[in-house]
């Protein structure tokens, strides 16, 4: 008797929780690599030295997370729903929370459509740049993340983010939001729109996004020594406040088809524009090839600087990926990015201006939970 009511005791302890959580989806996933990387770079034209080359092997995170997101039942066709995500770094010891906060929003979600607040992935990503960002590494050469670097714009994610996404009419659905209060900065710092059809076969997207100068990375800063009462004239002002912090547009256009013999074709375009500053256009190109568990692909990138300067990107990737299980995945990735004089390397501009090339060799795994 005394068992029974011991194993009784246990099973209700396991079911209260699993009750409590019947509308929460708790998922994670591991992904991480081991890198081989090389830096090449030319010959100074003033002093005719060649700087060596820089290279090594590393075990890469490749943006690993843990994940919680649900949903409760309001009555009459209107539910709240929640997302949290956590960045976790596998190679060096997970790191949960703090900056590695992915995603962290709650919102409302009806007929009518939803509306979310909080740190969100941006619109503009998945009509602009999320169907030719599909290679595992880390470090894939991607035109998309180019442009972003250029302008230190957030290429995925934002917070402080009201959004509204409308239901889906026919298989298209409008997105649109805004961003306030970045930076100590009153009224709207960021302002989106996209629209996307999607059919499974066929992907069209479009975007257009504006951003306050003072919401950029650098406009952050700026203020940041403003708070402080550093920029009051004077030889004694911070360097920050010297900062370029004009105002960027930035729209685009993306296109998939995915055939029916396992051919999948993706290309994507945009352009960015820094007022009074400088403009930039990027092309992204991306076909795969599903054969068996395993999925083929070959992308090209190119960034142009149309001001004159030599500030050109221009890349390729190749890829191989095996399928072990519905959850667990296997790749081998090489590939490499070509830069110009005074171009720039993930959103920093190399201050020695003869970086030639940047290539990577990645071999990981990835399992979802």
């Avoid at 992915?102 to 941006?122: D, E």
């Avoid at 999320?130 to 972003?148: H, I, K, L, R």
């Avoid at 670097?149 to 889906?168: A, H, K, V, W």
């Avoid at 999925?295 to 050109?312: P, S």
């Amino acid at each position: 008797m005394k068992k029974t009511a011991i194993a009784l005791a246990l099973a209700g302890l396991v079911a209260v929780p699993t009750i409590a959580a019947a509308d929460t989806t708790v998922y994670g996933s591991v992904r991480i690599s081991e890198n081989y990387g090389k830096l090449e770079f030319n010959e100074d034209p003033f002093t005719g030295q060649t700087r060596d080359d820089v290279k090594g092997w590393d075990v890469q995170n490749n943006s690993s997370r843990l994940g919680f997101k649900g949903s409760e039942d309001l009555g009459n066709g209107l539910s709240a729903i929640y997302h949290y995500e956590f960045g976790v770094n596998p190679a060096d010891g997970v790191t949960i929370g703090g900056t590695n906060n992915r995603l962290a929003y709650a919102g409302l979600k009806g007929g009518w459509g939803q509306v979310t607040m909080g740190t969100q992935w941006n619109p503009y990503y998945f009509a602009v740049g999320g169907e030719v960002d599909v290679f595992n590494g880390f470090y894939s050469a991607n035109g998309y993340y180019e442009a972003a670097g250029f302008n230190e714009l957030d290429s995925t994610r934002s917070g402080n983010q009201i959004l509204y996404q409308s239901p889906s009419f026919g298989n298209f659905t409008l997105h649109a939001g805004i961003l306030t209060d970045r930076g100590g900065n009153t009224g709207v710092d960021q302002y989106q729109v996209a629209g996307i059809y999607d059919n499974g076969s066929l992907f069209l997207g479009a975007a257009y996004r504006g951003l306050d100068g003072d919401s950029t990375t650098q406009g952050i800063e700026k203020q940041r020594a403003k708070d402080e009462g550093l920029c009051q004239g004077g030889p004694a002002q911070d360097v920050r406040c010297f900062l370029n912090t004009k105002n960027v547009n930035q729209y685009g256009l993306q296109a998939r088809y995915q055939f029916g013999f396992g051919l999948g074709l993706a290309g994507s375009w945009q352009r960015v524009k820094q007022s009074g500053v400088a403009k930039w256009n990027t092309y992204d190109v991306v076909a795969n090839y599903d054969f068996g568990n395993n999925t083929a692909r070959v992308g090209w990138f190119k960034a142009k600087n149309d001001d004159g300067i030599e500030q050109d990107n221009d890349g390729w990737i190749i890829g191989l990926q095996h399928r072990m299980s519905k959850r667990t995945r296997v790749w081998a990735e090489y590939g490499q990015t070509s830069f110009d004089q005074n171009a720039t390397v993930a959103g920093a501009i190399d201050t020695d201006s003869l970086l030639d090339k940047n290539k990577n060799f990645s071999l990981g795994m990835r399992h979802s939970f």
